[in-house]
């Protein structure tokens, strides 16, 4: 397992299975995508898949339900329709 950081990458230098979640601000220098290694079936990595998701409101729209965390999907399949 290797301790290096991934290389943050432009638009132009990422590649199909590289992790495309945004840092920074799109109208300054330094704007980039994260570049790792995307999760299986998701267009952000392990880090950011989670991030990704903002937590429904609850019918009364309690703070609670808002800060649950497990609201986000399980990262070991892709999605799938029903029938």
């Known amino acids: 397992m290797s ?3 991934p290389k943050h990458k432009t638009l132009l ?3 199909p299975s ?7 601000d799109p109208r300054h ?3 980039h995508f ?3 290694q995307q999760v299986l079936g998701r267009p952000y990595c392990i880090e950011h898949w989670p ?3 903002v937590p ?4 009364q729209g309690s703070s609670a339900a808002q ?6 999907p399980a990262l070991t399949a892709p999605d799938r329709k029903a029938a």
């Open 34 to 36: 994260c570049g790792a």
């Open 18 to 24: 590289d992790c495309r979640w945004p840092v920074g």
């Open 51 to 53: 991030m990704s998701f």
């Open 67 to 72: 800060s649950t965390p497990a609201s986000a």
């Open 13 to 15: 230098e990422l590649e």
């Open 3 to 5: 301790n290096k950081k």
């Open 56 to 59: 429904g409101k609850g019918r």
């Open 29 to 31: 220098d330094g704007f």
